[in-house]
Protein backbone atom coordinates (compact mmCIF):
# COMPACT_ATOMS: atom_id res chain seq x y z
CA UNK A 1 0.00 0.00 0.00
CA UNK A 2 0.88 3.25 -0.34
CA UNK A 3 1.44 4.43 3.18
CA UNK A 4 3.98 7.23 3.43
CA UNK A 5 2.02 8.99 0.20
CA UNK A 6 -1.31 8.69 2.75
CA UNK A 7 0.89 9.90 5.92
CA UNK A 8 2.22 12.51 4.13
CA UNK A 9 -0.69 14.16 2.77
CA UNK A 10 -2.66 13.79 5.36
CA UNK A 11 -0.10 15.80 7.92
CA UNK A 12 0.07 18.45 4.60
CA UNK A 13 -3.79 18.69 5.37
CA UNK A 14 -3.65 18.84 9.74
CA UNK A 15 -1.03 21.36 8.87
CA UNK A 16 -2.95 23.48 6.26
CA UNK A 17 -6.33 23.57 7.90
CA UNK A 18 -4.71 24.58 11.40
CA UNK A 19 -2.96 27.22 9.63
CA UNK A 20 -5.98 28.41 8.24
CA UNK A 21 -7.70 28.61 11.96
CA UNK A 22 -4.63 30.26 13.30
CA UNK A 23 -4.76 32.91 10.20
CA UNK A 24 -7.37 35.60 12.05
CA UNK A 25 -8.07 38.07 8.64
CA UNK A 26 -9.97 37.29 6.26
CA UNK A 27 -8.26 37.87 3.01
CA UNK A 28 -5.48 36.12 4.56
CA UNK A 29 -7.64 33.07 4.98
CA UNK A 30 -8.76 32.77 2.29
CA UNK A 31 -4.81 32.55 0.71
CA UNK A 32 -4.76 29.83 2.99
CA UNK A 33 -7.52 27.84 2.50
CA UNK A 34 -7.46 28.12 -1.06
CA UNK A 35 -4.01 25.68 -0.31
CA UNK A 36 -5.98 23.78 2.16
CA UNK A 37 -8.75 22.88 -0.64
CA UNK A 38 -5.30 21.62 -2.69
CA UNK A 39 -3.97 19.64 0.06
CA UNK A 40 -8.03 18.32 0.39
CA UNK A 41 -7.73 17.27 -3.04
CA UNK A 42 -4.50 15.15 -3.17
CA UNK A 43 -5.75 13.50 -0.08
CA UNK A 44 -8.82 12.43 -1.95
CA UNK A 45 -6.89 11.19 -4.73
CA UNK A 46 -4.75 9.24 -2.84
CA UNK A 47 -7.55 7.40 -0.79
CA UNK A 48 -8.89 5.87 -4.14
CA UNK A 49 -11.89 8.97 -4.40
CA UNK A 50 -11.36 10.96 -7.99
CA UNK A 51 -14.61 12.05 -7.99
CA UNK A 52 -14.35 13.72 -4.55
CA UNK A 53 -11.14 15.39 -5.77
CA UNK A 54 -12.53 16.71 -8.48
CA UNK A 55 -15.29 18.37 -6.91
CA UNK A 56 -13.06 20.02 -4.46
CA UNK A 57 -11.10 21.41 -6.97
CA UNK A 58 -13.93 22.61 -8.97
CA UNK A 59 -15.05 24.30 -5.92
CA UNK A 60 -12.04 25.16 -3.85
CA UNK A 61 -9.34 26.57 -6.36
CA UNK A 62 -11.78 29.20 -7.84
CA UNK A 63 -15.60 29.31 -6.66
CA UNK A 64 -14.44 29.21 -2.90
CA UNK A 65 -11.82 32.37 -3.44
CA UNK A 66 -14.28 34.21 -5.11
CA UNK A 67 -17.08 33.79 -2.71
CA UNK A 68 -14.95 35.04 0.58
CA UNK A 69 -13.24 37.98 -1.52
CA UNK A 70 -16.67 39.53 -2.68
CA UNK A 71 -17.63 39.41 1.09
CA UNK A 72 -14.45 40.86 2.14
CA UNK A 73 -14.90 43.39 -0.62
CA UNK A 74 -18.53 44.13 0.17
CA UNK A 75 -18.71 44.36 3.93
CA UNK A 76 -15.67 46.65 3.44
CA UNK A 77 -17.54 49.40 1.14
CA UNK A 78 -20.35 49.27 3.19
CA UNK A 79 -18.12 50.16 6.77
CA UNK A 80 -16.01 52.96 4.34
CA UNK A 81 -19.37 54.52 3.27
CA UNK A 82 -21.00 54.29 6.84
CA UNK A 83 -17.91 56.35 8.37
CA UNK A 84 -18.52 58.68 5.20
CA UNK A 85 -16.43 60.06 2.90
CA UNK A 86 -16.07 64.20 2.61
CA UNK A 87 -14.95 66.83 0.19
CA UNK A 88 -12.92 66.07 -2.93
CA UNK A 89 -10.45 63.72 -1.16
CA UNK A 90 -13.10 60.99 -0.27
CA UNK A 91 -14.33 61.30 -3.77
CA UNK A 92 -11.19 59.83 -5.01
CA UNK A 93 -11.42 56.94 -2.58
CA UNK A 94 -15.15 55.73 -3.51
CA UNK A 95 -14.53 55.84 -6.94
CA UNK A 96 -11.47 53.64 -6.64
CA UNK A 97 -13.84 51.60 -4.59
CA UNK A 98 -16.32 51.18 -6.47
CA UNK A 99 -14.99 50.00 -9.90
CA UNK A 100 -13.07 46.73 -10.79
CA UNK B 1 -19.10 29.19 36.19
CA UNK B 2 -15.21 30.55 35.91
CA UNK B 3 -13.55 30.65 32.98
CA UNK B 4 -11.18 27.45 34.68
CA UNK B 5 -14.49 25.49 35.20
CA UNK B 6 -15.34 25.96 32.02
CA UNK B 7 -11.76 24.94 30.33
CA UNK B 8 -11.62 22.03 32.68
CA UNK B 9 -15.39 20.80 31.58
CA UNK B 10 -14.14 20.91 28.03
CA UNK B 11 -10.99 18.94 28.46
CA UNK B 12 -12.84 16.21 29.98
CA UNK B 13 -15.60 16.27 27.29
CA UNK B 14 -12.61 16.56 24.62
CA UNK B 15 -10.51 13.44 26.40
CA UNK B 16 -13.65 11.48 26.23
CA UNK B 17 -14.18 12.07 22.71
CA UNK B 18 -10.65 11.20 21.88
CA UNK B 19 -10.53 7.66 23.96
CA UNK B 20 -13.62 6.99 22.06
CA UNK B 21 -12.39 7.94 18.60
CA UNK B 22 -9.29 6.05 19.30
CA UNK B 23 -11.03 2.95 20.07
CA UNK B 24 -13.03 3.16 17.10
CA UNK B 25 -10.75 3.40 14.75
CA UNK B 26 -8.48 0.61 15.97
CA UNK B 27 -11.71 -1.61 15.65
CA UNK B 28 -11.81 -0.12 11.86
CA UNK B 29 -11.47 -3.42 8.73
CA UNK B 30 -8.31 -2.76 7.14
CA UNK B 31 -8.39 0.07 4.38
CA UNK B 32 -8.19 -0.60 0.94
CA UNK B 33 -9.37 -4.43 1.11
CA UNK B 34 -11.22 -5.71 -1.78
CA UNK B 35 -13.60 -7.22 -0.40
CA UNK B 36 -17.06 -5.45 0.85
CA UNK B 37 -20.10 -6.34 1.52
CA UNK B 38 -21.72 -3.37 0.15
CA UNK B 39 -19.34 -2.03 -1.99
CA UNK B 40 -19.28 -5.78 -3.87
CA UNK B 41 -22.91 -5.37 -4.47
CA UNK B 42 -22.68 -1.51 -5.89
CA UNK B 43 -20.15 -1.99 -8.39
CA UNK B 44 -22.03 -5.69 -9.45
CA UNK B 45 -25.12 -3.69 -9.95
CA UNK B 46 -23.36 -0.98 -11.97
CA UNK B 47 -21.63 -3.32 -14.70
CA UNK B 48 -24.82 -4.92 -14.79
CA UNK B 49 -26.27 -1.31 -16.11
CA UNK B 50 -23.05 -1.00 -17.99
CA UNK B 51 -22.00 1.99 -16.75
CA UNK B 52 -18.53 2.50 -16.06
CA UNK B 53 -18.30 4.61 -13.12
CA UNK B 54 -19.80 2.81 -10.62
CA UNK B 55 -20.26 6.46 -8.05
CA UNK B 56 -21.91 7.74 -11.27
CA UNK B 57 -24.06 4.42 -11.00
CA UNK B 58 -24.64 4.88 -7.36
CA UNK B 59 -25.57 8.81 -7.70
CA UNK B 60 -27.71 8.57 -10.27
CA UNK B 61 -28.88 5.02 -10.54
CA UNK B 62 -29.06 3.29 -7.29
CA UNK B 63 -29.75 6.41 -4.98
CA UNK B 64 -31.06 8.60 -7.52
CA UNK B 65 -33.99 10.08 -4.97
CA UNK B 66 -30.89 11.14 -2.61
CA UNK B 67 -29.20 13.46 -5.53
CA UNK B 68 -32.84 14.77 -6.44
CA UNK B 69 -32.95 15.68 -2.51
CA UNK B 70 -29.05 17.49 -2.83
CA UNK B 71 -29.88 18.95 -6.07
CA UNK B 72 -32.88 20.87 -4.24
CA UNK B 73 -30.96 21.92 -1.86
CA UNK B 74 -28.46 24.02 -3.74
CA UNK B 75 -31.69 25.59 -5.33
CA UNK B 76 -33.36 26.26 -2.29
CA UNK B 77 -29.86 28.29 -1.15
CA UNK B 78 -29.57 29.89 -3.88
CA UNK B 79 -32.93 30.69 -3.83
CA UNK B 80 -32.63 32.22 -0.53
CA UNK B 81 -29.47 33.99 -1.42
CA UNK B 82 -31.26 35.64 -4.06
CA UNK B 83 -33.95 36.88 -1.60
CA UNK B 84 -31.82 37.95 0.92
CA UNK B 85 -28.75 39.84 -1.62
CA UNK B 86 -31.77 41.48 -3.75
CA UNK B 87 -31.35 45.49 -3.66
CA UNK B 88 -33.42 46.45 -0.97
CA UNK B 89 -34.69 50.56 -0.42
CA UNK B 90 -32.38 51.67 0.97
CA UNK B 91 -29.80 50.73 -1.83
CA UNK B 92 -28.74 52.30 -5.15
CA UNK B 93 -26.89 50.80 -8.15
CA UNK B 94 -24.28 52.66 -10.09
CA UNK B 95 -22.22 51.54 -12.81
CA UNK B 96 -18.99 50.21 -12.01
CA UNK B 97 -15.86 51.77 -13.62
CA UNK B 98 -13.60 49.59 -15.95
CA UNK B 99 -10.87 48.30 -14.83
CA UNK B 100 -7.10 48.33 -16.12
CA UNK B 101 -6.20 45.28 -17.22
CA UNK B 102 -3.08 43.79 -18.69
CA UNK B 103 -2.86 42.59 -22.18
CA UNK B 104 -1.30 39.42 -21.62
CA UNK B 105 -3.85 38.50 -19.07
CA UNK B 106 -6.87 39.44 -20.86
CA UNK B 107 -5.77 37.58 -24.17
CA UNK B 108 -5.24 34.47 -21.31
CA UNK B 109 -8.90 35.30 -20.13
CA UNK B 110 -10.28 35.25 -23.52
CA UNK B 111 -8.61 31.97 -25.02
CA UNK B 112 -8.82 30.07 -22.23
CA UNK B 113 -12.77 30.20 -21.39
CA UNK B 114 -14.38 28.67 -24.26
CA UNK B 115 -11.21 25.79 -23.25
CA UNK B 116 -12.82 25.75 -20.01
CA UNK B 117 -16.87 25.84 -20.90
CA UNK B 118 -15.80 22.62 -23.35
CA UNK B 119 -13.84 21.01 -20.33
CA UNK B 120 -16.97 21.48 -18.25
CA UNK B 121 -19.03 20.04 -20.71
CA UNK B 122 -16.85 17.24 -21.62
CA UNK B 123 -16.76 15.97 -17.86
CA UNK B 124 -20.42 16.25 -17.51
CA UNK B 125 -20.93 14.30 -20.66
CA UNK B 126 -18.33 11.53 -19.76
CA UNK B 127 -19.73 11.05 -16.41
CA UNK B 128 -20.70 7.32 -16.50
CA UNK B 129 -17.22 6.95 -17.79
CA UNK B 130 -14.54 8.70 -16.03
CA UNK B 131 -14.59 10.83 -12.84
CA UNK B 132 -16.20 13.49 -13.16
CA UNK B 133 -20.42 14.08 -13.48
CA UNK B 134 -23.29 16.87 -13.48
CA UNK B 135 -21.95 18.28 -10.53
CA UNK B 136 -18.24 18.65 -10.78
CA UNK B 137 -18.63 19.80 -14.61
CA UNK B 138 -21.67 22.28 -13.95
CA UNK B 139 -19.52 24.22 -11.51
CA UNK B 140 -16.15 24.39 -13.79
CA UNK B 141 -18.07 25.73 -16.55
CA UNK B 142 -19.79 28.35 -14.50
CA UNK B 143 -16.67 29.01 -12.73
CA UNK B 144 -15.03 29.20 -16.37
CA UNK B 145 -17.64 32.07 -17.32
CA UNK B 146 -16.09 34.62 -14.52
CA UNK B 147 -13.18 34.71 -16.52
CA UNK B 148 -14.68 37.75 -18.40
CA UNK B 149 -14.69 39.11 -14.94
CA UNK B 150 -11.64 38.51 -13.83
CA UNK B 151 -9.71 38.76 -17.09
CA UNK B 152 -11.34 41.62 -18.96
CA UNK B 153 -14.27 43.57 -17.30
CA UNK B 154 -17.06 43.14 -15.46
CA UNK B 155 -19.49 44.99 -18.13
CA UNK B 156 -18.53 42.40 -20.37
CA UNK B 157 -19.73 39.86 -17.84
CA UNK B 158 -22.73 41.34 -17.71
CA UNK B 159 -23.64 41.62 -21.28
CA UNK B 160 -23.05 37.62 -21.73
CA UNK B 161 -24.74 36.70 -18.94
CA UNK B 162 -28.51 37.63 -18.78
CA UNK B 163 -29.16 36.76 -14.89
CA UNK B 164 -32.87 36.10 -15.90
CA UNK B 165 -32.39 33.64 -18.40
CA UNK B 166 -29.95 31.66 -15.97
CA UNK B 167 -32.54 31.47 -13.02
CA UNK B 168 -35.13 30.15 -15.67
CA UNK B 169 -32.78 27.64 -16.61
CA UNK B 170 -32.00 26.54 -13.19
CA UNK B 171 -35.84 25.75 -12.78
CA UNK B 172 -35.97 24.59 -16.40
CA UNK B 173 -33.28 21.85 -15.15
CA UNK B 174 -34.51 20.81 -11.78
CA UNK B 175 -37.90 20.13 -13.05
CA UNK B 176 -36.71 17.86 -15.63
CA UNK B 177 -35.02 15.81 -13.19
CA UNK B 178 -38.55 15.39 -11.43
CA UNK B 179 -39.55 14.91 -15.25
CA UNK B 180 -37.52 11.98 -16.00
CA UNK B 181 -38.14 10.22 -12.71
CA UNK B 182 -41.81 10.58 -13.89
CA UNK B 183 -41.03 8.87 -16.73
CA UNK B 184 -39.48 6.19 -15.49
CA UNK B 185 -42.90 5.64 -13.08
CA UNK B 186 -44.92 5.92 -16.31
CA UNK B 187 -42.85 3.67 -18.39
CA UNK B 188 -43.96 0.92 -15.93
CA UNK B 189 -41.14 1.14 -13.07
CA UNK B 190 -40.40 2.65 -9.96
CA UNK B 191 -39.85 6.42 -9.89
CA UNK B 192 -36.38 7.33 -11.15
CA UNK B 193 -35.81 3.49 -11.82
CA UNK B 194 -32.93 2.73 -14.57
CA UNK B 195 -35.52 0.66 -16.68
CA UNK B 196 -37.01 2.40 -20.06
CA UNK B 197 -33.86 3.07 -21.55
CA UNK B 198 -31.29 0.74 -23.35
CA UNK B 199 -27.76 0.51 -21.60
CA UNK B 200 -26.01 0.58 -24.37
CA UNK B 201 -22.49 -0.93 -24.65
CA UNK B 202 -20.34 -0.63 -22.13
CA UNK B 203 -17.90 2.32 -21.15
CA UNK B 204 -19.03 4.66 -24.90
CA UNK B 205 -20.47 7.42 -24.36
CA UNK B 206 -24.16 5.91 -24.84
CA UNK B 207 -24.23 3.73 -21.86
CA UNK B 208 -25.98 3.16 -18.32
CA UNK B 209 -29.50 3.99 -19.22
CA UNK B 210 -31.06 7.28 -17.71
CA UNK B 211 -27.65 8.11 -15.96
CA UNK B 212 -26.25 10.40 -18.97
CA UNK B 213 -29.32 12.11 -18.67
CA UNK B 214 -29.67 12.91 -14.98
CA UNK B 215 -25.85 13.98 -15.45
CA UNK B 216 -26.62 16.49 -17.93
CA UNK B 217 -30.09 17.77 -16.46
CA UNK B 218 -27.51 17.97 -12.58
CA UNK B 219 -24.99 19.76 -14.83
CA UNK B 220 -27.30 22.25 -16.04
CA UNK B 221 -28.81 23.16 -12.93
CA UNK B 222 -25.39 23.76 -11.20
CA UNK B 223 -24.11 25.58 -13.40
CA UNK B 224 -26.98 27.96 -13.82
CA UNK B 225 -27.10 27.74 -9.77
CA UNK B 226 -23.55 29.15 -9.40
CA UNK B 227 -24.02 31.83 -11.73
CA UNK B 228 -26.70 33.22 -10.70
CA UNK B 229 -25.18 33.01 -7.12
CA UNK B 230 -21.71 34.68 -8.06
CA UNK B 231 -23.87 37.37 -10.01
CA UNK B 232 -25.95 38.32 -6.71
CA UNK B 233 -22.41 38.21 -4.76
CA UNK B 234 -20.79 40.38 -7.61
CA UNK B 235 -23.99 42.64 -8.05
CA UNK B 236 -23.38 43.54 -4.37
CA UNK B 237 -19.91 44.01 -3.98
CA UNK B 238 -19.29 45.95 -7.45
CA UNK B 239 -22.55 47.71 -8.11
CA UNK B 240 -24.93 48.45 -5.35
CA UNK B 241 -24.25 50.79 -2.48
CA UNK B 242 -25.57 52.28 0.41
CA UNK B 243 -28.05 55.58 0.02
CA UNK B 244 -26.47 57.68 2.77
CA UNK B 245 -22.96 57.08 1.19
CA UNK B 246 -21.65 60.34 -1.15
CA UNK B 247 -19.08 59.10 -3.15
CA UNK B 248 -19.98 59.93 -6.32
CA UNK C 1 4.70 2.06 -4.16
CA UNK C 2 6.40 2.74 -7.10
CA UNK C 3 9.09 5.12 -8.92
CA UNK C 4 6.00 7.25 -10.03
CA UNK C 5 4.20 7.57 -6.56
CA UNK C 6 7.88 7.81 -4.83
CA UNK C 7 8.31 10.96 -6.87
CA UNK C 8 5.28 12.69 -6.88
CA UNK C 9 5.42 12.03 -2.62
CA UNK C 10 8.69 13.55 -2.52
CA UNK C 11 6.98 16.59 -4.86
CA UNK C 12 4.05 16.98 -2.66
CA UNK C 13 6.04 17.07 0.49
CA UNK C 14 8.72 19.55 -0.24
CA UNK C 15 6.37 21.52 -3.09
CA UNK C 16 2.77 21.71 -1.44
CA UNK C 17 4.49 22.11 2.43
CA UNK C 18 6.74 25.22 1.13
CA UNK C 19 3.92 26.76 -0.38
CA UNK C 20 1.74 26.15 2.17
CA UNK C 21 4.48 27.79 4.56
CA UNK C 22 5.15 30.70 2.16
CA UNK C 23 0.89 31.28 2.29
CA UNK C 24 0.40 31.57 5.84
CA UNK C 25 3.05 33.34 6.81
CA UNK C 26 4.46 36.89 5.47
CA UNK C 27 3.78 40.19 3.42
CA UNK C 28 0.59 40.22 1.32
CA UNK C 29 2.40 39.48 -1.95
CA UNK C 30 4.35 36.63 -1.07
CA UNK C 31 1.53 34.61 0.28
CA UNK C 32 -0.68 35.62 -3.17
CA UNK C 33 2.42 33.95 -4.88
CA UNK C 34 2.84 31.64 -2.57
CA UNK C 35 -1.17 30.31 -3.60
CA UNK C 36 -0.35 30.42 -6.80
CA UNK C 37 2.86 28.20 -6.93
CA UNK C 38 1.00 25.80 -4.73
CA UNK C 39 -1.42 24.76 -7.78
CA UNK C 40 1.18 24.99 -10.08
CA UNK C 41 3.15 22.64 -8.13
CA UNK C 42 -0.07 20.23 -6.87
CA UNK C 43 -1.05 19.69 -10.98
CA UNK C 44 2.38 17.68 -11.59
CA UNK C 45 1.76 15.88 -8.89
CA UNK C 46 -1.41 14.61 -10.00
CA UNK C 47 0.03 13.67 -13.07
CA UNK C 48 2.31 11.31 -11.79
CA UNK C 49 -0.22 9.93 -9.50
CA UNK C 50 -2.14 9.24 -12.36
CA UNK C 51 0.96 7.18 -13.92
CA UNK C 52 1.67 5.59 -10.80
CA UNK C 53 -1.59 4.05 -10.20
CA UNK C 54 -1.89 3.23 -13.79
CA UNK C 55 -5.28 5.06 -13.98
CA UNK C 56 -5.23 7.48 -16.81
CA UNK C 57 -8.55 8.71 -15.88
CA UNK C 58 -7.08 10.74 -13.52
CA UNK C 59 -5.63 13.10 -16.09
CA UNK C 60 -8.28 15.19 -15.72
CA UNK C 61 -8.07 16.43 -12.05
CA UNK C 62 -4.96 17.80 -13.71
CA UNK C 63 -6.78 19.19 -16.29
CA UNK C 64 -8.97 20.96 -14.42
CA UNK C 65 -6.55 21.86 -12.32
CA UNK C 66 -4.63 23.40 -14.61
CA UNK C 67 -7.78 25.87 -16.11
CA UNK C 68 -8.97 26.65 -12.70
CA UNK C 69 -6.12 27.25 -10.84
CA UNK C 70 -4.81 30.44 -12.33
CA UNK C 71 -8.58 31.50 -12.16
CA UNK C 72 -8.22 31.37 -8.61
CA UNK C 73 -4.69 33.13 -8.44
CA UNK C 74 -6.34 36.07 -10.76
CA UNK C 75 -9.25 36.22 -7.93
CA UNK C 76 -6.69 37.58 -6.07
CA UNK C 77 -4.88 39.61 -8.14
CA UNK C 78 -7.62 41.57 -9.36
CA UNK C 79 -9.49 41.42 -5.61
CA UNK C 80 -6.44 42.67 -3.97
CA UNK C 81 -4.81 44.97 -6.81
CA UNK C 82 -4.61 47.91 -4.73
CA UNK C 83 -3.56 46.01 -1.56
CA UNK C 84 -0.83 44.15 -3.78
CA UNK C 85 0.27 47.67 -5.70
CA UNK C 86 0.93 49.32 -1.82
CA UNK C 87 2.51 46.81 -0.22
CA UNK C 88 5.67 47.33 -3.02
CA UNK C 89 6.95 44.13 -4.64
CA UNK C 90 8.19 41.05 -2.93
CA UNK C 91 11.97 40.48 -4.55
CA UNK C 92 12.88 36.97 -5.61
CA UNK C 93 8.95 35.91 -6.79
CA UNK C 94 10.37 35.26 -10.48
CA UNK C 95 12.79 32.88 -9.58
CA UNK C 96 10.65 29.80 -7.66
CA UNK C 97 8.00 30.71 -10.40
CA UNK C 98 10.21 30.11 -13.62
CA UNK C 99 11.43 27.00 -11.24
CA UNK C 100 7.80 25.74 -10.64
CA UNK C 101 7.20 25.95 -14.24
CA UNK C 102 10.01 24.22 -15.75
CA UNK C 103 9.25 21.81 -13.42
CA UNK C 104 5.75 20.98 -14.44
CA UNK C 105 6.78 21.55 -18.05
CA UNK C 106 9.81 18.77 -17.71
CA UNK C 107 7.31 15.83 -15.89
CA UNK C 108 4.56 16.75 -19.03
CA UNK C 109 7.71 16.02 -21.17
CA UNK C 110 8.85 12.88 -18.89
CA UNK C 111 5.42 11.49 -19.05
CA UNK C 112 4.32 12.03 -23.00
CA UNK C 113 7.61 9.85 -23.70
CA UNK C 114 6.61 7.06 -21.62
CA UNK C 115 2.57 7.16 -22.82
CA UNK C 116 3.98 7.39 -26.44
CA UNK C 117 1.88 9.04 -29.37
CA UNK C 118 -1.58 8.43 -28.26
CA UNK C 119 -4.96 10.74 -27.80
CA UNK C 120 -3.69 10.28 -23.59
CA UNK C 121 -0.24 12.04 -25.16
CA UNK C 122 -2.63 14.98 -27.05
CA UNK C 123 -4.27 15.26 -23.66
CA UNK C 124 -1.27 15.47 -21.68
CA UNK C 125 0.45 18.20 -23.85
CA UNK C 126 -2.54 20.26 -23.31
CA UNK C 127 -2.66 19.89 -19.57
CA UNK C 128 1.14 20.97 -19.41
CA UNK C 129 0.67 24.10 -22.18
CA UNK C 130 -2.65 25.17 -19.69
CA UNK C 131 -0.48 24.86 -16.94
CA UNK C 132 2.54 26.89 -17.88
CA UNK C 133 0.73 29.56 -19.20
CA UNK C 134 -1.49 29.62 -16.51
CA UNK C 135 0.72 29.50 -14.25
CA UNK C 136 2.97 32.26 -15.82
CA UNK C 137 -0.23 35.08 -16.97
CA UNK C 138 -1.23 34.54 -12.84
CA UNK C 139 2.11 35.58 -11.39
CA UNK C 140 2.69 38.22 -14.37
CA UNK C 141 -1.33 39.23 -12.63
CA UNK C 142 0.26 39.23 -9.59
CA UNK C 143 3.05 41.36 -9.72
CA UNK C 144 1.07 44.52 -11.36
CA UNK C 145 -1.56 43.15 -14.03
CA UNK C 146 -4.28 45.21 -12.77
CA UNK C 147 -5.35 48.99 -12.31
CA UNK C 148 -2.78 51.35 -11.82
CA UNK C 149 0.22 49.18 -12.61
CA UNK C 150 -1.07 48.41 -15.76
CA UNK C 151 0.82 50.94 -17.39
CA UNK C 152 4.57 49.31 -16.90
CA UNK C 153 2.67 46.08 -17.68
CA UNK C 154 2.29 47.20 -20.74
CA UNK C 155 5.91 47.81 -21.30
CA UNK C 156 6.42 44.28 -20.76
CA UNK C 157 3.46 42.80 -22.60
CA UNK C 158 5.85 42.80 -25.67
CA UNK C 159 8.20 39.88 -24.32
CA UNK C 160 4.99 38.46 -23.02
CA UNK C 161 4.10 38.29 -26.34
CA UNK C 162 7.18 36.31 -27.35
CA UNK C 163 7.41 33.74 -24.63
CA UNK C 164 3.51 32.77 -24.15
CA UNK C 165 3.65 32.49 -28.32
CA UNK C 166 1.70 29.20 -27.82
CA UNK C 167 -1.10 30.80 -25.37
Redesign the interface.
Known amino acids: MDDPLIVVTLLLVAAAATAAVAVRDPVRQALVLSVLGLCLAVLFTVLQAPDVGLSQLAVGSALTPLLLMLAVRRVGRRAKGTTGTTGTTGTGDGEREKAR | MTRRVRLLVLALGGAGLAALLVAACLDLPGFGRARHPYGTRAVHASLARHTANTIAAVNFDQRAFDTLGEMTILFASVLGTVVLLRQSRDEKRAAPEAERVAAPVRRYALLVLPVAVVTGLYIVAHGQLSPGGGFQGGVVAATALHLLYLGADYRALTRVRPVGAFEIGDALATCSYLVLGLACLLAGAAFLANTPLPYGTFDTLASGGTVPLLNAAVGMEVACAVVVLLAHFLDQAVEIEEEGSRSG | ?1 NGW ?1 TT ?2 VA ?2 GG ?2 A ?2 WG ?2 TGP ?1 HR ?2 V ?2 NL ?2 AV ?1 AP ?2 LL ?1 AQG ?1 G ?1 P ?2 V ?2 A ?3 A ?6 T ?3 A ?6 LADGGQSPGGRGPTLAVAAYGALVVVVLCAVTGPSRAMVKLLVVGV ?1 LV ?2 NL ?1 AS ?2 LS ?5 A ?2 S ?2 K ?2 GQ ?2 ES ?1 GR ?1
Open positions: MTATLALGTLAALRAAQASTALLYRAYDLLVLLLGPVGLVFRLLAGELAGIKAGGFGTGAAGNAERNG
